[in-house]
């Protein structure tokens, strides 16, 4: 069975500094990994995945991923914190032929301070 | 997103009455899927379509069922709601292609309230 782990309930940093949201997973088979992010009452968008290739991915507003494939991690990161990135951040996990059935992580509620 | 829409957005019912949610996508996606969100458990899939009358059961498929008898149209079926099932219930879509690699879409979710 796969699985996802996102260890921390909560990530605060400030404006302008850099952010690290944490993911690791566990699958039998290669990995296909997503990073989504949810707004207040609105569905969860998608920010980037990783398929296979470069273990550094680029996605939306400035948000990168790296795969670490020895320590089954993705983690989340991204430069320079805005405000506006304050949200509920999910990381999920599908294998190939299995549906493209997602197995997520609890979430990660990053806040951006002033 | 992706074109689509669930209905209703907010519903309070009470205990042993049926429920059906609706999810309606306008990009012809094939596969279709329901979740829960819950805190401490993110989302969990409940049911998912792989084609027009082609579903299967995900992790948490009990008390609930599914049809979909066009494209476009994907409904969850709670036959007798439960106070277990107070959730928000998110419907999901993605492209055509049997890759497990595309992203999935999802709708604004349905707030399930049962008394």
């Known amino acids: 069975a796969q699985s996802v782990a996102q260890p921390e309930d909560q990530v605060n940093v400030a404006e302008g500094n850099p952010l690290t949201v944490k993911c690791t997973y566990s699958?039998?088979?290669?990995?296909?990994l997503f990073w989504y992010v949810q707004y207040p009452n609105r569905g969860l968008q998608f920010l980037l995945k990783?398929?296979?290739?470069?273990?550094l991915v680029k996605g939306s507003y400035g948000f990168e991923a790296e795969f670490n494939k020895s320590q089954t991690s993705f983690h989340l990161k991204k430069p320079s914190a805005l405000v506006s990135d304050s949200a509920l951040y999910f990381c999920?996990?599908?294998?190939?032929?299995?549906?493209?059935?997602?197995?997520f992580g609890t979430g990660t509620q990053l806040k951006v301070e002033l | 997103d992706a074109g689509i829409t669930q209905s209703p957005r907010h519903k309070v019912t009470e205990t042993g009455t049926p429920v059906t949610l609706r999810c309606h996508q306008t990009?012809?996606?094939?596969?279709m899927y329901w979740y829960r969100q819950d805190p401490g458990h993110g989302l969990r899939l409940i049911h998912y379509s792989y084609g027009v009358k082609d579903t299967d059961k995900g992790e948490v498929s009990d008390g609930y069922s599914v049809s979909r008898s066009k494209t476009e149209d994907f409904l969850l079926t709670l036959e007798s709601a439960t106070s277990s099932q107070t959730s928000v219930y998110f419907c999901a879509a993605r492209g055509s292609g049997s890759n497990s690699n595309q992203p999935q879409h999802f709708g604004d979710g349905t707030r399930l309230s049962i008394l």
């Open positions: 699958v039998s088979g290669n990995p296909y």
């Open positions: 990009e012809n996606h094939r596969y």
């Open positions: 999920a996990v599908s294998v190939t032929g299995g549906g493209n059935k997602l197995t």
């Open positions: 990783y398929i296979t290739g470069d273990n």
